[in-house]
Antibody, heavy 119, light 108 residues
Framework: QLVEFGGGVIRPGGSLRLSCAAS????????MNWVRQAPGKGLEWVSG????????GYVDSVKGRFTISRDNAKNSLYLQMDSLRAEDTALYYC??????????????WGQGTTVSVSS | EIVLTQSPGTLSLSPGERATLSCRASQSVSANYLAWYQQKPGQAPRLLIYVTSNRATGIPDRFSGGGSGTDFTLTISRLEPEDSAVYYC?????????FGPGTKVDIK
C-alpha cells in the first residue's frame, strides 16, 4: 500500500514537500516514481528513483525545481517541489516500479495528493 | 523525448465485442519497454500490461498486448461493462518516461 500526503494550496514560487508512506512490501527492493495528473488531463511521469537513491530521473519541466529522495529506514518516498508554477497544479501519485530501478512498469499506486498552485 | 500517440480517441462498443487500441511512438521504444494502464473515474491507474505483452498480476487473459518498435496494441477480446475506462500507454525505455493521451472506451 502507498499513501501520499503533503499536498495543499500554495502560491506561485512557493515550496511543498510531498511524502509517500509504503507498507506491505519490502520498500528497498523497488524503484519508485511520482506521476501527476492535471485536472481533467492525462498522466505525466514526473520523477523516479532507484532502490537505494543512487539513480534518479526527471521530466524536463521540473528539472532543477523538484528533487526526489527516499528514506528506506522509514519506508518513505519524497518529492521536494520548489519554485512552483501554476502548471504544476495536479494530483500527484506515488507508484512502485516492478524492479529495483525506476525504469519499469508501475504496479502499485497510491490514491494521490492534490497540489494546487494559485495566487 | 518519445511522443506517444493513441488512437482512436474514443471507442464505443457493446459487451462481448473486441476492442483494439493503438499506441504509436515517435521513435523506437527501447527493449519494447511499453506498458498499458487502465484508469476509471476517481481512481488511480492500474497496470494491465508491461514489456509490451506481459499481463500484470490479476489481469484477466482477455487483455493482451502486442507490437514492437514504434507500433503497439492493446486488445480486449470480449468487452465487459467494467472495462469502461481510459487506457494509457507508457514507454519507459528512455527518460523521460512518457504517456500517451489515452483512449476512452465506452461500453454501450
Amino acid at each position: 500500500q502507498l499513501v501520499e500526503f503533503g499536498g495543499g494550496v500554495i502560491r506561485p514560487g512557493g515550496s511543498l514537500r510531498l511524502s509517500c508512506a509504503a507498507s506491505g512490501f519490502t520498500f528497498d527492493d523497488y524503484g519508485m516514481n511520482w506521476v501527476r495528473q492535471a485536472p481533467g488531463k492525462g498522466l505525466e511521469w514526473v520523477s523516479g528513483i532507484n532502490w537505494n537513491g543512487g539513480s534518479t530521473g526527471y521530466v524536463d519541466s521540473v528539472k532543477g525545481r523538484f528533487t526526489i529522495s527516499r528514506d528506506n529506514a522509514k519506508n518513505s518516498l519524497y518529492l521536494q517541489m520548489d519554485s512552483l508554477r501554476a502548471e504544476d497544479t495536479a494530483l500527484y501519485y506515488c507508484a512502485r516500479a516492478m524492479s529495483t530501478g525506476f525504469y519499469y512498469g508501475m504496479d502499485v499506486w497510491g490514491q494521490g495528493t492534490t497540489v494546487s498552485v494559485s495566487s | 523525448e518519445i511522443v506517444l500517440t493513441q488512437s482512436p480517441g474514443t471507442l464505443s462498443l457493446s459487451p462481448g465485442e473486441r476492442a483494439t487500441l493503438s499506441c504509436r511512438a515517435s521513435q523506437s521504444v527501447s527493449a519494447n519497454y511499453l506498458a498499458w494502464y487502465q484508469q476509471k473515474p476517481g481512481q488511480a491507474p492500474r497496470l494491465l500490461i508491461y514489456v509490451t505483452s506481459n499481463r500484470a498480476t490479476g489481469i484477466p487473459d482477455r487483455f493482451s498486448g502486442g507490437g514492437s518498435g514504434t507500433d503497439f496494441t492493446l486488445t480486449i477480446s470480449r468487452l465487459e461493462p467494467e472495462d469502461s475506462a481510459v487506457y494509457y500507454c507508457q514507454q519507459y525505455g528512455s527518460s523521460p518516461f512518457t504517456f500517451g493521451p489515452g483512449t476512452k472506451v465506452d461500453i454501450k
